[in-house]
């Protein structure tokens, strides 16, 4: 699976959290067929745990082992690979076995015995943009992983290129509620450390504490703008949180994107992503 993040526009998508197999078999099922309409590498996404929610009691997935199991069952079913969040080092190995590629959450990139655990598995990776981050963070954290890479199998197979390891942009703070999104990083990230960065345009359009009760909103109707500025910018690829029923997502609901309208959306960032590239815009 090394060379997930090669060049060429790559989708990650997928509901934010594991949930029943008709909310993931559905999803996976549109997606691998919005892979073959669009000759789109797609990456199916979701977490088997949550827990960096705001509230308390809000629903985190169905943990390691039932979450595991649910995606393997994805992967089965649609062929797509399939990626999952860590939130503890210790969790690294058994996600390692059951999914494809692992991704480190935002509020995580800087932690540095779990950038090194998922350096060490082998896997590609996924590191997610600190809400607070800059893109020299983001290089310090991208070289966490390649160097824990490279100390396991030391050669110049081992060390992590381009293929390997991905960060995803997701705005940065405004305030306290507010995320806004630099286009300039994804020139500036890639230059820097020599990876692919993604655009996340559904956590780009959060607010967080704006929701019920002071949980997560958002503006979905945001969605569309940053995505395709994003691929106008250079982004080297996508990543989409989408629900075939946003409203009953127990996670993000309210800026996740729905399904059915993913692959018009996907078309339009497709044109805008291939119009840049025709005039070396990126």
């Given at each position: 699976?090394?060379?997930?993040?090669?060049?060429?526009?790559?989708?990650?998508?997928?509901?934010?959290?594991?949930?029943?197999?008709?909310?993931?078999?559905?999803?996976?099922?549109?997606?691998?067929?919005?892979?073959?309409?669009?000759?789109?590498?797609?990456?199916?996404?979701?977490?088997?745990?949550?827990?960096?929610?705001?509230?308390?009691?809000?629903?985190?997935?169905?943990?390691?082992?039932?979450?595991?199991?649910?995606?393997?069952?994805?992967?089965?079913?649609?062929?797509?690979?399939?990626?999952?969040?860590?939130?503890?080092?210790?969790?690294?190995?058994?996600?390692?076995?059951?999914?494809?590629?692992?991704?480190?959450?935002?509020?995580?990139?800087?932690?540095?015995?779990?950038?090194?655990?998922?350096?060490?598995?082998?896997?590609?990776?996924?590191?997610?943009?600190?809400?607070?981050?800059?893109?020299?963070?983001?290089?310090?954290?991208?070289?966490?992983?390649?160097n824990a890479r490279s100390?396991?199998?030391?050669?110049?197979?081992?060390?992590?290129?381009?293929?390997?390891?991905?960060?995803?942009?997701?705005?940065?703070?405004?305030?306290?509620?507010?995320?806004?999104?630099?286009?300039?990083?994804?020139?500036?990230?890639?230059a820097a450390a020599g990876?692919?960065?993604?655009?996340?345009?559904?956590?780009?359009?959060?607010?967080?504490?704006?929701?019920?009760?002071?949980?997560?909103?958002?503006?979905?109707?945001?969605?569309?703008?940053?995505?395709?500025?994003?691929?106008?910018?250079?982004?080297?690829?996508?990543?989409?949180?989408?629900?075939?029923?946003?409203?009953?997502?127990?996670?993000d609901a309210a800026s996740?994107?729905?399904?059915?309208?993913?692959?018009?959306?996907?078309?339009?960032?497709?044109?805008?992503?291939?119009?840049?590239?025709?005039?070396?815009?990126?």
């Open positions: 699976m090394n060379g997930l993040w090669a060049p060429g526009p790559v989708l990650v998508a997928g509901p934010c959290v594991v949930e029943s197999d008709d909310v993931n078999l559905r999803t996976a099922d549109a997606l691998a067929e919005l892979a073959v309409q669009l000759g789109l590498r797609v990456v199916y996404k979701a977490s088997f745990d949550k827990a960096n929610r705001t509230r308390g009691d809000a629903p985190r997935g169905p943990g390691l082992e039932a979450g595991l199991a649910a995606l393997a069952r994805v992967r089965e079913r649609s062929g797509l690979p399939v990626l999952t969040d860590v939130h503890e080092a210790w969790q690294v190995a058994p996600a390692g076995e059951a999914a494809d590629a692992l991704q480190v959450p935002a509020f995580l990139c800087r932690q540095t015995d779990l950038l090194v655990a998922v350096g060490r598995s082998g896997k590609p990776v996924n590191l997610k943009k600190g809400q607070w981050a800059s893109p020299e963070v983001m290089v310090a954290a991208v070289e966490k992983v390649r100390a396991v199998a030391p050669g110049p197979s081992a060390s992590a290129g381009p293929g390997d390891i991905a960060v995803t942009e997701r705005g940065t703070f405004f305030g306290y509620d507010d995320l806004v999104v630099d286009m300039r990083n994804f020139a500036r990230i890639r990876v692919p960065v993604l655009m996340d345009a559904t956590h780009a359009a959060q607010r967080p504490g704006r929701g019920p009760a002071g949980s997560t909103g958002g503006c979905r109707e945001d969605v569309p703008a940053l995505l395709l500025a994003a691929a106008a910018a250079g982004a080297d690829g996508f990543f989409l949180e989408t629900h075939p029923d946003p409203a009953r997502s127990p996670s996740m994107w729905p399904l059915a309208e993913l692959p018009r959306l996907m078309e339009r960032a497709l044109a805008v992503w291939r119009a840049g590239r025709e005039r070396g815009d990126d």
